[in-house]
T-cell receptor, first 117, second 109 residues
Framework: KAGVTQTPRYLIKTRGQQVTLSCSPI?????VSWYQQTPGQGLQFLFE???????NKGNFPGRFSGRQFSNSRSEMNVSTLELGDSALYLC????????????????FGEGSRLTVL | TQLLEQSPQFLSIQEGENLTVYCNSS?????LQWYRQEPGEGPVLLVT?????EVKKLKRLTFQFGDARKDSSLHITAAQPGDTGLYLC?????????FGTGTRLLVSP
């Protein structure tokens, strides 16, 4: 079955602009999580959506937002871009939400690499 | 959020060598996962360990969960260039997967 698809793969923006990234989860998966990956901070959790509702949010400013559509596709938006937002943004899908009893696999996309100049 | 410290941060070895990567914390976990991320790709799950003292083997990779469920190790026997990548341990925190600091492995022919 098709994997997690993220678009665009690469993009360059300038400070102050905004960006929207898209994620199509594996068919049948209803949970979508977003992570930011940088060399200095590693993989940091942004937020998780399940059935169009945000279930959890990481420690990021309000400039970072997201949403999920009825078909489980998700978008994340970063407004007023800063140089420090340059990163690989990874989307991951799973059948259900994370929880202590859920040791299931997260399926990641290849990521969207954002460069802010 | 508990911290997962991985060591070493970087490892550069020759093909055929053995290596061990460590994932340590002061907290107890119900389970730990190991992921590998190859250049240009997203992380891919290698294994989940759930029982203290558990050992799981995946071809040349051996994973161990510490008896106290606070740490884990990954041992690779006879490393190959295809093992090159970023190795990440992770635990399920409150409604999210929390990743360790990562070990970047380079295996040269």
């Amino acid at each position: 079955k098709a994997g997690v698809t993220q678009t665009p793969r690469y993009l360059i923006k300038t400070r102050g602009q905004q960006v929207t990234l898209s994620c199509s989860p594996i068919s049948g998966h209803r949970s979508v999580s977003w992570y930011q990956q940088t060399p200095g901070q590693g993989l940091q959790f942004l937020f998780e959506y399940f059935s169009e509702t945000q279930r959890n949010k990481g420690n990021f400013p309000g400039r970072f937002s997201g949403r999920q559509f009825s078909n489980s596709r998700s978008e994340m938006n970063v407004s007023t871009l800063e140089l420090g937002d340059s990163a690989l943004y990874l989307c991951a899908s799973s059948f259900t939400v994370r929880g202590p009893a859920n040791t299931g696999e997260l399926f990641f996309g290849e990521g969207s690499r954002l460069t802010v100049l | 959020t508990q911290l997962l410290e991985q060591s070493p941060q970087f490892l550069s070895i020759q093909e055929g060598e053995n290596l061990t990567v460590y994932c340590n914390s002061s907290s107890v976990f119900s389970s730990l996962q190991w992921y590998r991320q190859e250049p240009g790709e997203g992380p891919v799950l290698l294994v989940t360990v759930v029982t203290g003292g558990e050992v799981k083997k995946l071809k040349r990779l051996t994973f161990q969960f510490g008896d106290a469920r606070k740490d884990s190790s990954l041992h690779i026997t006879a490393a190959q260039p295809g093992d090159t990548g970023l190795y990440l341990c992770a635990y399920t925190g409150f409604q999210k997967l929390v990743f360790g600091t990562g070990t970047r492995l380079l295996v040269s022919p």
